[in-house]
């Protein structure tokens, strides 16, 4: 079957959709994007992804390209366009078209792509038996709240994780774990408090993190957002990260330290599975 593809208001097919070179996302990296995901049809924590997609257009001043509920709409008919019960939504915004500048020309036109991927969410290897996750100095901008496209520093960062042996990389600076490259980190302390670092312009407000911590609040499990030092990880009861695409991650093993026994423990067990469930009940689109 053709993927189709959301560009600029019409559903093409993937070899039809077509941006021009002189875009400011190709060009500079002036774009913004956000991922959904879709877990047996249920399109999750989106009220939230569109939030932020809407925040991250307006930090760069780039007007949205439609109102969100016409955003959602537009999703819901790609997924089903595309036949998709697992996968992603992915929502990208360029500032628009025009002669190379580092001064955006007014009124610009934002460009505006959308298309699905379809993969398979829950019960992975991963979510089953946790990751190794390396460490590296945080390479990125001061504005890692954006969720901009300059994704450059986190491609790097995974690649050299990956050559090294790792699943995934952990960033830190001044001593302390920034997130992961692609996901939110947390630790369980031996006292059993839930910890992960406040939003900030140092991190991504992460939607999936949002969603955890609500439901581990609503379950009254102790919770602290503030910075922790790579020493406090490496020494942690648990440790585990979270994003869209990952769902809740174990991560067994961090740069040269075990984590607790190196098996993924039951805290992130249990939100897992109260996450999944949560998944499970949002809107169902196909």
């Keep these: 079957m053709t993927r189709h593809i959301f560009l600029n208001g019409s559903y093409v097919p993937e070899d039809q959709a077509k941006i021009s070179v002189m875009d400011r996302g190709f060009l500079f990296g002036d774009a913004i994007y956000e991922v959904t995901a879709l877990v047996d049809g249920h399109l999750i924590d989106n009220g939230l992804h569109l939030a932020r997609f809407a925040r ?3 930090e760069l001043g780039i007007p949205l390209p439609m109102p969100l509920e016409n955003v959602r709409e537009m999703q819901i008919e790609l997924i089903r366009r595309n036949q998709m019960t697992d996968g992603t939504v992915y929502l990208q915004v360029s500032r628009g078209e025009a002669e190379r500048n580092f001064h955006p020309a007014a009124g610009l036109s934002p460009t505006f792509v959308a298309f699905t991927q379809p993969a398979k969410l829950y019960d992975t290897p991963a979510q089953r ?9 945080d390479p990125r901008w001061e504005r890692r709240d954006i969720k901009t496209v300059m994704l450059l520093g986190q ?3 995974k690649v050299a994780a990956r050559t090294d042996g790792f699943s995934d990389v952990w960033l830190h600076e001044d001593g302390c774990i920034t997130e992961g490259a692609s996901s939110t980190a947390f630790i369980l302390t031996k006292s059993g408090t ?5 939003n900030s312009h140092a991190i991504l407000p992460g939607c999936t993190r949002r969603a955890v911590l609500d439901l581990a609040e609503q379950r ?4 602290e957002e503030r910075p922790f030092t790579i020493a406090e990880a490496q020494n ?9 695409s990952s769902l809740v991650i ?3 093993k961090l740069g040269d330290s075990v984590i607790g026994d190196g098996q993924p423990g039951p805290v992130t067990r249990h939100l897992q599975e109260i996450y999944l469930a949560a998944a499970r009940a949002c809107e169902k689109v196909i």
Excluded: K
């Excluded at 839930?194 to 406040?198: L, P």
């Design 194 to 198: 839930i910890v992960t670092r406040q």
């Design 129 to 137: 038996d946790g990751i190794a996750v390396a460490l590296m100095s």
């Design 220 to 223: 009254g499990l102790a919770i």
């Design 236 to 244: 942690a009861a648990e440790a585990f990260l979270t994003s869209a």
């Design 155 to 157: 491609v790097i960062a």
């Design 250 to 252: 174990p991560v067994v």
């Design 56 to 58: 991250s257009l307006a």
